[in-house]
């Protein structure tokens, strides 16, 4: 079955730098729509940033343009979210999602397959 598993989550002060990694297993990866998800205590889950297919195209949230970057490696089977200048307000699970032949789509029930999530918590 499809399995998505976070890693690289951790404590940072405000102003660091630090990435999130999904390794995907199960699926034809290059074939999948990825994308980041995050949600902070107490708030709904909001999207952070998603890449197409062939890792062209990308779309990110306002909060996070020219922060954050996704990219993806379709041989090792891999999304990344290099994430720069964090913020306290950035701090949250963050969970990676998959979607199957699809367009990016920036609404959480448009993917699937989900990953359990990393806890990122940027202090001041």
């Known amino acids: 079955q499809v399995q998505l598993v976070e890693s690289g989550g951790g404590l940072v002060q405000a102003g660091d730098s630090l990435s999130v990694f999904c390794a995907a297993s199960g699926l034809t990866f290059s074939n999948y729509v990825l994308a980041w998800f995050r949600q902070a205590p107490g708030k709904e889950r909001e999207f952070v940033a998603a890449?197409?297919?062939?890792?062209?195209?990308?779309n990110y949230a306002d909060s996070v343009k020219g922060r954050f970057t996704i990219s993806r490696d379709n041989a090792k089977n891999t999304v990344s979210l290099q994430m720069n200048s964090l913020k306290p307000e950035d701090t949250a699970v963050y969970s990676c999602?998959?979607?199957?032949?699809?367009?990016?789509?920036?609404?959480?029930?448009?993917?699937?397959?989900w990953g359990r999530g990393t806890q990122v918590t940027v202090s001041l």
């Open positions: 999602a998959a979607q199957y032949q699809a367009t990016i789509r920036e609404y959480a029930s448009g993917y699937r397959y």
């Open positions: 890449i197409s297919r062939t890792g062209l195209i990308t």
